[in-house]
T-cell receptor, first 113, second 111 residues
Framework: EPEVTQTPSHQVTQMGQEVILRCVPISNHLYFYWYRQILGQKVEFLVSFYNNEISEKSEIFDDQFSVERPDGSNFTLKIRSTKLEDSAMYFC???????????FGPGTRLTVT | GENVGLHLPTLSVQEGDNSIINCAYSNSASDYFIWYKQESGKGPQFIIDIRSNMDKRQGQRVTVLLNKTVKHLSLQIAATQPGDSAVYFCAEIAGRRALTFGSGTRLQVQP
């Protein structure tokens, strides 16, 4: 069964450093998402991406964040200058034409020290 | 796992019993309601969804009930198994595609 994959599974970085989290969505999906889950809190929406552009973003997704689909298979989330409060699990999801269809990857645990 | 420290309500059931997990939502404009299961160290896994114009939907061993009058959603799991132990989240979609997640319930199945 096709699944969303994410790398790395765990990323440790120092405050102020840039990180890139990588995702390979399910191959025939057209919609891509990033969510995060801070330890002890709910899963929160960050951004959705369709047709090579951001279609929706939350207030969390500020200028420090960017997304890219650099080729036909990868979808990346970049955090330009990480802060301690960026420490969280980051989940990528992808979906097809149905708006209620989102399949999540296993997540990347980001630890900012 | 990522839910450690999250002060989740916990439902503890015996293997073979039926489980009912509840969720209250606030947005009356939501189009879809979805239940996700999250096991330790994994991402949310889709279980079942329901459109806002329905009040019940059944899947394999699971049933979702939607009561729009009181903005309440429930997930019923029949013949609960140890493999059902996880955190269960309800989520809603209103107009756009962004999921808004609830705070979750931890289900513990006692063998």
């Amino acid at each position: 069964e096709p699944e969303v994959t994410q790398t790395p599974s765990h990323q440790v970085t120092q405050m102020g450093q840039e990180v890139i989290l990588r995702c390979v969505p399910i191959s025939n999906h057209l919609y891509f998402y990033w969510y995060r889950q801070i330890l002890g809190q709910k899963v929160e929406f960050l951004v959705s991406f369709y047709n090579n552009e951001i279609s929706e973003k939350s207030e969390i997704f500020d200028d420090q964040f960017s997304v890219e689909r650099p080729d036909g298979s990868n979808f990346t989330l970049k955090i330009r200058s990480t802060k301690l409060e960026d420490s969280a699990m980051y989940f990528c999801a992808s979906g097809g034409s149905l708006e209620n269809e989102q399949y999540f990857g296993p997540g990347t645990r980001l630890t900012v020290t | 796992g990522e839910n450690v420290g999250l002060h989740l309500p916990t439902l503890s059931v015996q293997e073979g019993d039926n489980s009912i997990i509840n969720c209250a939502y606030s947005n009356s404009a939501s189009d879809y309601f979805i239940w996700y299961k999250q096991e330790s160290g994994k991402g949310p896994q889709f279980i079942i969804d329901i459109r806002s114009n329905m009040d019940k939907r059944q899947g394999q061993r699971v049933t979702v009930l939607l009561n729009k009058t009181v903005k309440h959603l429930s997930l019923q799991i029949a013949a609960t198994q140890p493999g059902d132990s996880a955190v269960y989240f309800c989520a809603e979609i209103a107009g756009r595609r962004a999921l808004t997640f609830g705070s979750g319930t931890r289900l513990q199945v006692q063998p």
